[in-house]
């Protein structure tokens, strides 16, 4: 099994619905991010949380709310999705006491018509 | 300008060729390097970090860091066509814990 496991992997929804995208970790790590990828844009950071009370905004957190219901989840919601939002999500973890290192799960693919 | 940049590609080089792939960063508090590998569809997989100026190598590959000149480089030696992916080069700020990425370079060897 995956160390970081993201559920769903692929998504099609419609534009103005909901929709949450759920990543859990069994790594034992205290932090975790939300990227979001775009073709030639590379991964950019929505948000991240260092611990279960600690919640930041990244880059493009326009749009975007998360939860962090436990150390090993973090969850990342779409209040109201819009065309625009069509991307690849990646969900990763990182250790304060690491190289820094951020370990990926496979990826959620959605798209919003 | 961007926080951290690459050149988007795609870098062609010949099977068993030196391939180098450059990166540079706007944050002078800018404390640690890395470079992930992605393939077509799949997640990042890291290949190498840095934290000091100057040369680190692993097997084929060779971080580069000149912290004065801002900049970062991946040298892979003797390319082979299993290195043909998408290169990420990423910067962490300080002690934020923050990765931020470039666009990625894609490699065709």
């Known amino acids: 099994d995956a160390d970081v496991t993201q559920t769903p992997r692929n998504r099609i929804t419609k534009t103005g619905k909901r929709i949450m995208l759920e990543c859990s970790q069994t790594k034992g790590h205290d932090r975790m991010y939300w990227y979001r990828q775009d073709p030639g844009l590379g991964l950019r950071l929505i948000y991240y949380s260092f611990d279960v009370k600690d919640i930041n905004k990244g880059e493009i957190s326009d749009g975007y709310s998360v939860s962090r219901q436990a150390q090993a989840k973090f969850s990342l919601s779409l209040e109201s999705a819009i065309p625009n939002q069509t991307a690849l999500y990646f969900c990763?973890?990182?250790?304060?006491?690491?190289?820094?290192?951020?370990?990926f799960g496979e990826g959620s693919r959605l798209t919003v018509l | 300008q961007k926080e951290v940049e690459q050149n988007s590609g795609p870098l062609s080089v010949p099977e068993g060729a030196i391939a180098s792939l450059n990166c540079t960063y706007s944050d002078r508090g800018s404390q640690s390097f890395f470079w992930y590998r992605q393939y077509s569809g799949k997640s990042p997989e890291l290949i190498m970090f840095?934290?000091?100026?100057g040369d680190k190598e692993d097997g084929r590959f060779t971080a580069q860091l000149n912290k004065a000149s801002q900049y970062v480089s991946l040298l892979i030696r003797d390319s082979q066509p299993s290195d043909s992916a998408t290169y990420l080069c990423a910067v962490r700020a300080g002690n934020t814990g923050k990765l931020i990425f470039g666009q990625g370079t894609t490699l065709q060897v």
């Open positions: 990763a973890t990182g250790s304060q006491l690491g190289t820094g290192e951020l370990f």
């Open positions: 840095i934290y000091s100026n």
